[in-house]
């Protein structure tokens, strides 16, 4: 919609944000895709219609020509690097991938759908890498919402340094919550100590765990008992996300919803609150 407004071509905005991506690339993540040698040359560009032209590279060990998006995630779009990332980063922001495609880069809709599964199965894959921590102080809650027909649980946990871990619960079962936070203790673990609201089921699921329990029961307590036991931190992570977790749940289908919400908690983590988000954010999806 900016392109068509000024009357360029639709990837002109964010030519800039594409040419940075390729000099991180070539800088970090440029290796010959066949044998994994680093001994590469320049070797022109391959003209392209809708994005700018891509700059193409050589291997002097075993004679490969390759284009710079080979083995990245960025490989076989049909949009350019600046673009995809502008549309990511928004979409994350603002929990609608149709939005954000549509007003901010135009890209074509299955384009759209199918890079956004491949960065999602990207992000996901990093879940877990993450640092230790010692402290084992954790706080959980759960929100509900409607979608696909269903009343669905968006299951959270957040630890003492504000890492942490989402998912998407089909019930409210003391197993379902018990699955979901040996996951959590899985990826941003060990959990110790957990706070949480009354809700009845995390009394067993964290005995199955042998995790230590501290309920608040807000209703004769309460936000904060006399002890100091609350679950303020994740509340208000709560209050955050569930605004683009209301506008990412009108997905087509479960396991997409599953896999968006687990993407944004790496982004979360792994990214947003990195030093430098831009660079944690290439880095982590450049790799093959």
């Not at 710079?68 to 502008?86: N, Q, V």
């Not at 599953?258 to 290439?282: C, D, G, M, T, Y």
Request: aromatic share 14%.
């Amino acid at each position: 919609m900016l392109a068509k407004a000024f009357g360029v071509p639709r990837y002109f905005p964010w030519s800039p944000l594409t040419y940075l991506i390729r000099s991180f690339l070539l800088s970090h993540f440029c290796s010959c895709p066949n044998c994994g040698s680093e001994n590469i040359v320049r070797d022109g560009f391959g003209e392209r219609k809708t994005m700018p032209d891509i700059p193409m590279l050589e291997c002097n060990d075993c004679g490969r020509d390759f284009c710079l998006r080979a083995d990245t995630t960025f490989y076989w779009k049909h949009a350019s690097m600046g673009e995809l990332f502008i549309v990511t980063w928004v979409f994350f922001g603002k929990g609608s991938r149709d939005w954000s495609r549509l007003w901010f880069c135009d890209i074509g809709k299955y384009c759209g759908l199918e890079w956004f599964e491949r960065l999602e199965k990207k992000l996901v894959g990093h879940a877990g890498d993450i640092s230790g921590f010692l402290d084992g102080f954790f706080q959980a809650d759960e929100m509900y919402i409607r979608s696909f027909g269903e009343k669905l649980l968006v299951f959270g946990v957040k630890r003492g340094d504000g890492k942490i871990f989402e998912t998407v619960l089909r019930g409210h079962s003391a197993f379902e919550f018990a699955s979901a936070l040996k996951k959590a203790d899985g990826e941003i673990g060990p959990i110790v100590d957990l706070d949480t609201d009354a809700h009845t089921s995390y009394p067993l699921a964290t005995k199955w765990l042998g995790i230590l329990h501290r309920p608040v029961n807000r209703s004769e307590e309460g936000f904060v008992d006399g002890k100091g036991i609350h679950s303020n931190g994740v509340e208000n992570l709560w209050s955050h996300h569930r605004p683009w977790i209301e506008a990412a749940r009108g997905y087509g289908s479960l396991k997409t919803l599953e896999r968006a919400v687990k993407a944004h908690q790496v982004f979360h983590n792994q990214i947003k609150e990195s030093p430098v988000p831009v660079w944690s954010f290439l880095r982590m999806i450049s790799g093959n």
